[in-house]
C-alpha cells in the first residue's frame, strides 16, 4: 500500500504524450505535422542526453519509451516542447485481462493511503473484451477490498478524486497511469513555413514575445541592430545571448541570427546626404527598408535555412507596440506584417512567463506527484488569468498621439523617394549582403562531460 514517503518508487518506462491542435487539422496534414512533432522529439532527446528507445505514433496519442532511471528528466525536457500538450509517466501493460488487472490494481494500490479516494477512467481505441462498466467496477472493488484487508479506507468517487487511474487500450499496447503535467506552451509543432524576424534589444521582453510566436509554430529569427565596430566581428551581450539561448533551446536545431551595424548605415549616409539632413530618420527608415529587403529575398531567394530547409520570413515580431513612434508608420507604409504580442498582456503574466523562462532547469522530482503536489504551470490558463485580470484592472494603453502625423507622412515621401533611387538600392542591398550572421542553439540542461 502506499505510505508517505515510499521509497519504492514506481518504474516508469513511458511517457504518454498529448496534443489538441494538431487534431483539428485535415487527416494528411496531421500526419504531416506529426512526422514533424516526433522528428523534433528525437532530436531535442538527442541533444539532452536522453536515451529514447522506441516512439509510436497512435491515435491522439504520442508514446515514447524510456530507460526507467530518464524518466524524471525526460519529464522536465518534454514539458519545454512545443506541441504538446500533456504528459503522463505511464507503464506499459499486457492486453490480457487477467494480467491488466493484476497490474492495474497493484499500481493502484502502491499510491493510494488510508482516507483517499479515486476512480477509474477508461479508453480504448480498439474493441476490447470486458465492457467499461464492467471492468471499472470489478478493478474498483476488488481495490477497496484489498485496503480494506489491511486495514485502510477509501472510497470510490466520480467528482474531485484524490486520484485519477486512467487505461488506454491502443492499437499498439495498453497503458495505465495516474497523473497528466501540462506542458509549459503546449501549442502548435515548429514549422518552417511559419518564418519571422524579431527585433532583438531588450532580452527578456523580446523572448516572451517571441515565444508568444515559437508556441504558434513560428520560426523566429532575431535581429539585432548595433552600434559595434562594424569592421570587427559583433560580440553577442551576456543579456541578450542568455535570451537567445533560452529561445534556441524549444527548436529542435540551431536559429538564425542577423546582425545590422547601424554604423554601416550611418557611414554611408554621410557620404550622400548634404549638411544638416536629419540623419537619425534617415538610419530608421533605412533599418526598416533592410528588414523589408530581407523578407522579400528570403521568399525569392531562399537565402536563409533551418534545419535544412528554405525560410520564407512573413512578418517582423516586436516587443513594444511602436503605436507612438514613426518607426510604426514606417513598418505600416512599407507594408510589413507586425506582431506586438505583448500588447494588453498585464505585468503579471509577463513577469510569470520570465520566471518560467529563465527558471534554471532540475531534473522532475517524482515524489512531487505522490505528495500531490501541482505542476499547473501552462501558457494556456496563464493567458486566461491575463485577459480577466485586464477586464478586471482595466488596464488601458496610451491612445497613440497622431498630431504629427502629416509631417511624418510629409517625411515618408522624402524617405521613401530618397531610397528609391538605384544607387540607393544598391547601398542597402551591399548591407544585407554584407550583413553578419549567426547560428545558436540551447539546451534544457547542461552537457554531459566525457568520462576521461
Partial sequence: MGKQGNSNPIEYRVLLCRYNEIGLKSAPYQKKLLSFLVDSVKKICLREDLTLQSALTLSGRLIFFFPSNEIPKAITVFRHIIGIQSISPALSVERKYEKLKHKFILYALSLLKDGDSFKIKFKTAVSYVVKESDLKKEFSNEIVKRMNQSGYHVKVTQKNPKYQFSIEIREKGVYIYAFSIPT???????????????????????????????????????????????????????????????????????????????????EKLVEILIPNQDIEHYVEFASIKLLDIMMFQ????????????????????????????????????????????????????????????????????????????????????????????????????????????????SNYAELQDFFNKSENQKFLSKIIQEHEVEYISGRFFPKKSKKI
Fill in 298 to 409: 528570403s521568399r525569392e531567394e531562399s537565402v536563409y535555412t533551418y534545419n535544412n530547409r528554405n525560410l520564407h520570413y512573413r512578418g517582423l515580431i516586436s516587443s513594444n507596440s511602436l503605436l507612438n513612434s514613426e518607426l510604426f508608420l514606417n513598418i505600416e507604409n512599407n507594408n510589413i506584417l507586425l506582431f506586438t504580442p505583448l500588447t494588453g498582456l498585464t505585468p503579471k503574466f509577463i513577469h510569470n512567463i520570465s520566471d518560467q523562462l529563465f527558471r534554471s532547469n532540475e531534473v522532475f522530482n517524482m515524489n512531487s506527484l505522490i505528495k500531490g503536489e501541482k505542476h499547473d504551470f501552462s501558457f494556456n490558463k496563464e493567458i486566461i488569468k491575463s485577459v480577466i485580470d485586464f477586464q478586471i484592472h482595466d488596464l488601458e494603453e496610451k491612445v497613440p498621439n497622431h498630431q504629427n502625423s502629416e509631417n511624418n507622412f
Fill in 184 to 266: 509549459l506552451f503546449a501549442g502548435f509543432p515548429i514549422e518552417t513555413k511559419n518564418s519571422l524576424l524579431c527585433l532583438w534589444n531588450n532580452g527578456v521582453y523580446d523572448l516572451i514575445a517571441a515565444m508568444m510566436l515559437v508556441r504558434r509554430g513560428s520560426v523566429v529569427s532575431p535581429v539585432i541592430f548595433h552600434r559595434e565596430d562594424s569592421s570587427k566581428p559583433y560580440k553577442i551581450p551576456s543579456n541578450l545571448k542568455d535570451s537567445l539561448e533560452i529561445m534556441a533551446s524549444f527548436y529542435s536545431h540551431p536559429i538564425l541570427i542577423h546582425f545590422i551595424s547601424l554604423l554601416a548605415i550611418e
